[in-house]
């Protein structure tokens, strides 16, 4: 794979991992779900989540996160990776499906019918939220004195 579509594998996953699991499930109910093998049924552990003061710091271990993970074969040998945060075994499964399903030729369609509505919410939703903090904004200046 080239950095190009590695970074967009990353995004497309991070994209879908982060999705709510309710409306995942409602877009991905009009595609037919191909058949496939598990490589790695869903199951939950725990991660530890690294930080770094000012986002250059040394890093330090914040906590810990449960996760939820599982890798699928499709009949066609694509193979898909699910990570999402929680409990949700059945949003990881649908994450891992939605990563092997864009390396078959029904990519394109999959793109509009899940990944495109998925990343509108996602802008709109940030967007809000900028709007939101943009509400609170103080600005502060100086007035400055006629005086040397």
Request: with cysteine; net charge positive; charged share 25%.
């Amino acid at each position: 794979m080239t950095e190009k579509t590695d970074t967009a594998r990353q995004a497309r996953m991070g994209l879908v991992a982060k999705a709510p699991p309710a409306r995942l499930a409602a877009l991905m109910a009009g595609v037919e779900a191909p058949g496939f093998d598990w490589l790695r049924a869903p199951e939950v552990g725990g991660v530890m989540v690294r930080g770094r003061m000012g986002g250059t710091g040394a890093p330090f271990n914040l906590g810990e996160m449960t996760v939820t993970r599982c890798a699928l074969r499709l009949a066609t040998g694509e193979v898909g990776h699910g990570y999402v945060q929680g409990r949700d075994k059945a949003h990881a499964e649908r994450a891992a499906l939605v990563d092997a399903l864009m390396q078959t030729d029904r990519a394109e369609a999959l793109r509009a019918l899940v990944l495109d509505p998925l990343a509108k919410a996602a802008m709109s939703e940030k967007a809000t939220r900028a709007a939101k903090a943009a509400a609170t904004k103080v600005d502060f200046f100086t007035m400055v004195r006629g005086e040397d």
